[in-house]
């Protein structure tokens, strides 16, 4: 049986519950995917336990049922793919692409965030270190459907950044691209504030000769004081009985035009209309968007 051509997947991190920002990222990835009848997979990126909320995993399931945004498949937790990316790591390690860095934060003030290889020919054993990977010095870069073409050079603007924690917790970058890859995830719809990891998630799909999903990078919500609503500004959780209102707000977030007939209908007609009307071209072409300014 041939791979459906569409497969999209929201990925929440259980440090908190789902707020009205990540409702837009996650009905974004979800009418992208519906609107093409392609499959829309979900998985819960539950790889730091010390900052994860007790609860949280399941208050997210549940919110999502209630706003009508079902998935296809089973849930893949993160925490359940570690020996998939100690896998990795070595074989990195092995081919002498990612190296064991012992650098302190101290050490690395000043340098705005740009590694500046000082353990890159130590030859650090790999126990309690982080892991880095080695970055080429070529630029990188990519044509997102909202945000237009976005362009680094991972040497000057990154440096060799860390696969997995001096803890011992594996890094984002690379659980996200691995199981995007074992997914086999087609388009990969998110929240802006993940466009400057794009570049080196690229590199490493090359790396593993993985196919490059397509991107789409919605605006984030801010609040008034600039910061975007996210878990760790204590944004409020989606209440289960807003769930059709909130539904609205999140379409004209998105620049879609919810007809007036359907602003008081349940969460299901609400989804079936905006699959059928979806048009990621209506979507801002910016990185932010003021809460307070929404309908």
């Not at 692409?97 to 500046?116: D, F, I, M, N």
């Not at 204590?234 to 539904?247: G, I, N, Q, T, V």
Request: aromatic share 8%; hydrophobic share 40%.
């Amino acid at each position: 049986m041939n791979a459906p051509a569409y497969i999209g997947r929201f990925a929440p991190t259980p440090s908190g519950y789902l707020h009205f920002g990540s409702l837009v990222a996650a009905l974004a990835s979800y009418l992208d995917a519906r609107a093409v009848g392609g499959l829309w997979l979900l998985r819960m990126e539950d790889l730091d336990p010390p900052r994860e909320v007790p609860g949280a995993q399941d208050a997210i399931l549940r919110t999502l049922e209630s706003y009508g945004l079902h998935w296809d498949g089973e849930l893949v937790r993160q925490s359940g793919r570690h020996a998939e990316y100690q896998a990795l790591i070595e074989r990195l390690l092995d081919g002498g692409l990612a190296y064991a860095c012992t650098c302190s934060r101290k050490q690395l003030e000043g340098y705005q965030g740009v590694y500046p290889g000082f353990c890159r020919d130590a030859g650090h054993a790999p126990r309690d270190a982080a892991i880095r990977l080695r970055v080429p010095q070529q630029r990188y870069g990519f044509d997102d459907r909202v945000q237009g073409e976005y362009r680094q050079q991972l040497d000057r603007e990154v440096g060799d950044f860390v696969i997995r924690r001096r803890d011992g917790l594996y890094a984002y970058q690379l659980a996200v691209v691995l199981d995007d890859a074992w997914q086999g995830v087609s388009d990969v719809v998110r929240g802006a504030d993940l466009l400057d990891s794009t570049p080196r998630q690229l590199y490493l799909q090359e790396l593993l000769g993985a196919a490059r999903p397509r991107y789409l990078h919605v605006p984030l919500i801010i609040q008034p004081d600039g910061h975007k609503l996210g878990k760790s500004y204590r944004s409020p959780p989606l209440p289960a009985d807003r769930a059709a209102p909130l539904l609205v707000r999140a379409l004209h977030a998105l620049g879609q035009q919810v007809p007036g007939d359907l602003v008081e209908a349940r969460p299901e007609q609400l989804l079936e209309w905006a699959a059928r009307h979806w048009d990621a071209g209506r979507i801002p072409r910016c990185r932010t968007l003021a809460e307070a300014q929404l309908r």
